[in-house]
């Protein structure tokens, strides 16, 4: 009985570190965010597009990018078909599921070569059982304190 009891407390102390671990909608999100990192990051289009909602949108960095799932594909596939993708690595995530067990949300903090730290936010709605993105936005954190110069590049 000792050993089971030490099992099962290992078990759960596994689980607490490495949420992705952890059985759960939460897990199974935190999984799919994860899922269409690294499809983006090795150019998979198919897999990258298959975690969208038939009817998602993504909203990017620049305030005229609000694209539904076709514009996406028509910005996205050129780079694709040259194996170009982006990559964004996870610094921190924190996922919200309904209690309906229908919708979740989550923001993100995100590494990025080029941008440095970005920030994901989204929706995500069960689809025929599977959990699908149906909104992401991407965001570049701007710093209080360099707002109102940023402000005033963006005016000009």
């Given amino acids: 009985m000792p ?12 689980a607490a570190c490495h949420p992705a671990w952890a059985a759960g909608p939460e897990a199974d999100v935190d999984r799919l965010l994860d899922r269409f990192h690294l499809a983006a990051s090795q150019a998979k289009f198919d897999d990258y597009f298959g975690l969208l909602a038939p009817d998602a949108v993504f909203i990017g960095t620049d305030a005229t990018e609000r694209w539904t799932v076709e514009q996406f594909k028509a910005y996205a596939k ?69 707002a109102l110069e940023v402000v005033k590049m963006i005016r000009r």
């Avoid at 050993?3 to 596994?14: C, E, K, P």
């Avoid at 990025?112 to 959990?131: E, H, I, P």
């Fill in 3 to 14: 050993s089971l009891r030490r099992a099962l407390f290992i078990g759960l102390v596994a």
């Fill in 78 to 146: 050129p780079h694709f078909d040259k194996g170009k993708g982006w990559t964004y690595t996870k610094v921190e995530r924190h996922i919200l599921v309904s209690a309906d067990d229908r919708h979740a949300s989550f923001d993100e903090l995100l590494d990025n070569a080029s941008l440095g730290r970005c920030r994901g936010t989204g929706v995500l709605r069960r689809v025929d059982g599977q959990w699908k993105i149906e909104q992401y936005h991407l965001t570049i954190p701007v710093p209080n304190e360099l």
